[in-house]
């Protein structure tokens, strides 16, 4: 006989001391976790009784939620019994979740939701643009988890590239999301590992060359004539201070308020890894941020005149959702500014982050500083731009077999 427990899972508890319930299925001496897919504070849960303390301020209804699927998984387990004596715990998993033939996208919703309670809002924001992706391609938005096979695979991927027109590393992208899903649904036991058609599906990766500009390229960037009343000069003056204050990435750039400038030093908490740097301005990036902040007031304001002033900084979606629209919109205007200044280059604003590394490590930075303003978690990241660096020396050595 299976055996029914409510527990909160404290070992899965988010920033902000959140756990989720989870209803354990025990049989034949293993255990087995289904999410109800709510999350409380460990301190509104009674463990003793299993209930959601009063403090909480949906109690009442929660505690009423729980006792119902409570009573849901004891009916399942029992009539599964009944039918087979020897049923699995992923049996009276699928039928207290009522999804027996597991549905994608209701999946890929309560994935979303657990990503939002972590704060995890970048993952989120892709996972859900690819989401919508498949909704569009399939016109629907059910699609049982059986129906991704290779066959199902190979379509999609022909959709990506041949209609959408994406390249073979955001098709990549796109189906690692596909098959984050499906080996979670798998972890939960919710679908079978035998049925992952990614055990057979080989994603495809190319090599990417960084693309980055060169001293006399950057040159003409600077000295482009643009008026100081439009984006593109804010756009064009944002990519250059990048390329000298440590190669700072967009998501930073446009956050950057008066008081994390402070004449000589920016000073900010990155929005990709939560981590504080500290970057010495030098003089040519120092004269562009001074014309903005001369004209600032507020410290609070932002230095570059892109996002919404009244913008919730402690509401996180709500950033990300500022950025990537901002993001956009830079980056379409890198493209209009580097043909006006005639460089044959395609440029985003990453590449910012490329130049700047490149040029540190021409000058003789030493290759652990440079690390460390970009944020590498590894050197071996920045080793990159040192192998860059070292194939134009060898290059300058051909001068001998001239």
Known sequence: MATIKILLRTDKKNKNNEAPLWIRITKNRKSRYVSLGKNIKIEDWDEQNNSVKKSHPNSVRLNKY????????????????????????????????????????????????????????????????????????????????????????????????GTLHNSTNTIHTNLKVIRRLINGAIREELFPY??????????????????????????????????????????????????EAG???????????????????????????????????????????????????????????????????????????????????????LRSIVKKAEIKKHIHFHTSRHTFATRALRKGMRIEYVSKLLGHASIKTTQIYAKIVNEELDKAMDVFNE
């Not at 000295?223 to 003056?237: F, G, M, S």
């Not at 509401?315 to 980056?331: E, Y």
């Open 66 to 161: 729980i006792a119902r699927k409570v009573a849901d998984a004891h009916d399942s387990a029992l009539d599964l019994e009944t039918e087979d004596k020897y049923v699995r715990p992923i049996k009276i998993k699928e039928d207290i979740l009522g999804i027996s033939s597991l549905d994608f996208f209701a999946y890929a919703k309560r994935y979303s939701k657990d990503l939002e309670s972590k704060g995890s809002y970048g993952t989120l924001g892709k996972a859900d643009s690819v989401v919508k992706k498949i909704e569009t391609y399939l016109g629907r938005k059910t699609m049982s988890m059986d129906e991704i096979s290779i066959h199902w695979l190979k379509n999609y991927e022909t959709y990506l590239r």
């Open 194 to 243: 035998e049925k992952n058609p990614f055990l057979r599906y080989q994603l495809k990766w190319e090599k990417t060359t960084k693309e980055f500009l060169e001293e006399d390229e950057l040159k003409k960037l600077v000295e482009l004539e643009l008026d100081k009343t439009t984006k593109l000069y804010h756009y064009r003056n944002m990519y250059i201070i990048a390329t």
């Open 247 to 333: 190669g700072l990435r967009i998501s930073d750039m446009l956050f950057i308020q008066k008081k994390n400038y402070d004449g000589t030093r920016i000073i900010i908490d990155t929005l990709k890894t939560g981590s504080t740097v500290s970057i010495k301005v030098p003089l040519k990036a120092k004269a562009l941020l001074d014309e903005y902040v001369s004209e600032l007031t507020s410290p609070e304001s932002f230095i570059f005149p892109l996002l919404n002033p009244d913008l919730n900084l402690e509401d996180k979606k709500a950033c990300l959702q500022a950025k990537s629209r901002a993001a956009a919109l830079v980056n379409k205007g």
